[in-house]
């Protein structure tokens, strides 16, 4: 019986404007997300000169009946909805029933199919959007489509097209999104006889990771996994070894659907602010899953923008479970011994394989310099990874210096304390680690309201725009809080008399410009008056420097509010604040053990 159907004129003019095939990368989207969408398990991905020359999407899923197959090539014609009330719970990735007709319009295009009831199935031949060919044919379950000779009939449109590399990296830049996506199903993707990925199906996110990321990714991930209300959180954050220079590998999914959003990639990089340098990105995927009706697909006809009923709803939750996660689990770096840097040893070698005033003295900084970290955690447990790697290669959590306590052995260059505790050696970079202590301090009082101001003599006398006038004067208790003392000078100018002590030497008219244009993001709630670039900097100035000569007083006092202190083990800038080598690789490095 027939289950696909053309929509009615009312629908097809609720739907947004429809896909337009513009590269390789649109068709073999469309054509996978149909396989996604007919319930298949296997989907094999094949292309040829960057999807130019040849694509061949094979599936098994429930296939199609010969007049399914027929109409399947006609504008808006579609199984997924029947009426433009179906638009408010689109569940399926595909619903405007364009994407076959689309294609078939500028390639040259095969289609082979069977439903899994039927012993045979049906080959239709179309190029350039006219059916030439309709055959019965013995085939498997499933749907093979081919196409051929990409805008062949289109050549202002080919002449467009990159070249073949670049339409091959995007191409493959999408599946691995697909991948990423959906790891129930198992996808293989051939680039010119290669395979390139070939994920496992098993369901688990962390296979799918594994399947594009390489299996060395695993020991830099945190599990995310959280339910609230009827919103599910599920995926792996990166820890700062896998921060990036942009956004690029922040991949987000609603509902199965890879999107591109501002609002998530806003509150990742909001939860993660304080354990990654500044002007880099976190790592991450995220899976999300919601009500259909709480989310819009129908916004763009890329279906990769999407609009949330419930912005600050889901931001703020998931902002406090990345928040919450990353708390609990204070990790440091472990110096990662290789071969190259010891000359009489033949092969490499490696970890176990499978503001309170201090009362310390301040004046330049010299860069913690060492090889790329391998992360340990410090606290909470790893998440187990089952997918052939050696689960005793993730027990290796530890406190901060356990619960024994932790012997200064000394410092080195006037700028890195050794402490050694149970069979680790940890080595400190002093201003990095009183810097992360006097900011903490700053940012609580700037939080509890308790920040210390300082009068300007003169007064900074602001003239304002109405707009921005509004904005100051309803949220004139709120500056008052932080520190700040404004009162109205007269029109549309106003005199600011004190300051927040951190503020202190800054351009504070520059400084009210920025936090008066970020007037959509003022709330109570929110911390941002208290520039952090400002915090910062005073906490720099006041940290202790490197070369600067401690007594074994201040290295112990120092060593106490770290052990004590719950805060991140990285600087404000990003940089860590200690590294680790234990005795096994000691023992590695001077050939005790092999």
Same mark, same amino acid.
């Given at each position: ?9 009312? !629908? ?6 429809? $896909? ?21 398990? +296997? ?22 009946? *010969? ?33 076959? +007709?689309?294609?078939?319009?500028? !390639? ?25 060919? #309709? ?19 289109? /050549? ?24 990423? +996506? ?77 999107? @591109? ?40 006809? *890329?279906? !990769? ?134 900011? $903490? ?10 920040? +210390?101001?300082? &009068? #300007? ?10 707009? $921005? ?30 300051? /927040? #002590? ?18 959509? $993001? ?18 720099? @100035? @006041? ?38 080598? !234990?005795?096994?690789?000691? &023992? ?7």
């Amino acid at each position: 019986m027939p289950i696909i159907h053309q929509l009615d004129e009312f !629908t097809i003019n609720q739907i947004a404007a429809g $896909e337009i095939i513009e590269r390789s990368s649109s068709i073999v989207k469309e054509l996978v997300e149909n396989s996604i969408d007919a319930e298949s398990s +296997a989907i094999t991905i094949e292309i040829q000169d960057g999807g130019i020359a040849f694509i061949r999407v094979t599936d098994n899923g429930i296939g199609m009946d *010969s007049d399914d197959a027929r109409l399947a090539f006609e504008r808006h014609a579609t199984s997924k909805i029947l009426s433009a009330d179906d638009l408010e719970n689109i569940v399926s990735l595909g619903f405007r029933g364009e994407a076959l +007709a689309s294609i078939s319009s500028v !390639t040259q295009m095969e289609m082979i199919t069977r439903q899994r009831s039927e012993i045979s199935g049906i080959k239709i031949i179309n190029h350039g959007g006219s059916i030439i060919s #309709l055959e019965e044919i013995g085939c498997p379950e499933g749907t093979t489509i081919i196409t051929r000779n990409l805008f062949y009939n289109a /050549p202002a449109r080919l002449k467009f097209l990159k070249s073949v590399r670049a339409e091959t990296a995007n191409i493959s830049e999408l599946v691995l999104k697909l991948i990423l +996506a959906h790891p129930e199903i198992s996808i293989k993707y051939i680039v010119n006889g290669k395979t390139i990925y070939h994920s496992s199906g098993n369901g688990k996110i962390i296979s799918s990771i594994i399947s594009v990321y390489g299996k060395d990714i695993v020991d830099d991930m945190i599990r995310i996994e959280a339910i609230e209300g009827e919103m599910v959180i599920k995926g792996y954050i990166g820890k700062p070894s896998l921060s990036r220079t942009n956004r690029i590998h922040q991949s987000f999914f609603v509902n199965g659907r890879y999107i @591109k959003s501002g609002l998530l990639s806003k509150c990742i990089q909001e939860a993660c602010k304080d354990y990654i340098m500044i002007n880099h990105f976190p790592w991450a995927v995220l899976h999300i899953n919601l009500p259909a009706n709480d989310v819009d697909v129908n916004v763009h006809p *890329s279906k !990769t923008e999407i609009k949330f009923r419930r912005e600050q709803y889901i931001y703020d939750i998931i902002l406090n479970i990345i928040k919450n996660k990353l708390e609990r689990i204070r990790y440091i770096p472990s110096v990662n011994i290789r071969s190259e840097s010891l000359p009489s040893i033949s092969r490499p070698l490696s970890a176990e394989d499978d503001t309170k005033d201090l009362g310390i003295k301040a004046s330049g900084e010299i860069p913690l310099k060492a090889s790329k970290p391998k992360q340990i955690y410090i606290g909470e447990k790893k998440d187990t990874v089952e997918i052939g790697i050696n689960k005793s290669d993730y027990d290796n959590n530890i406190d901060i210096f356990a619960d024994s306590i932790p012997n200064i052995i000394g410092r080195i260059f006037s700028t890195y304390v050794i402490v050694e505790c149970d069979d680790k050696i940890y080595l400190i970079d002093q201003h990095a680690a009183h810097e992360r202590l006097i900011y $903490e301090q700053l940012k609580s009082k700037a939080l509890n309201r308790e920040m +210390a101001s300082q &009068e #300007l003599m003169p007064p900074l006398v602001l003239e304002m725009t109405h707009a $921005e006038m509004v904005i100051l004067q309803d949220n004139m208790e709120l500056f008052s809080s932080l520190g700040f003392e404004i009162e109205h000078f007269g029109g549309s100018h106003f005199a600011i008399r004190s300051i /927040p #002590l951190p503020l202190a030497g800054m351009n504070i008219q520059a400084f009210f410009n920025e936090v008066l244009d970020k007037n959509s $993001e003022l709330s109570k709630d929110q911390d941002f008056l208290i520039n952090q670039e400002a915090i910062i900097k005073k906490a720099c @100035k @006041k940290a202790v420097k490197a070369h600067d000569s401690l007594s074994d007083e201040e290295i112990a006092n120092l060593i106490k509010e770290i052990k004590n202190s719950n805060i991140p083990m990285t600087c404000p800038h990003g940089r860590p604040i200690a590294i680790t080598v !234990t005795q096994y690789e000691l &023992e590695k490095m001077f050939k005790r053990i092999q």
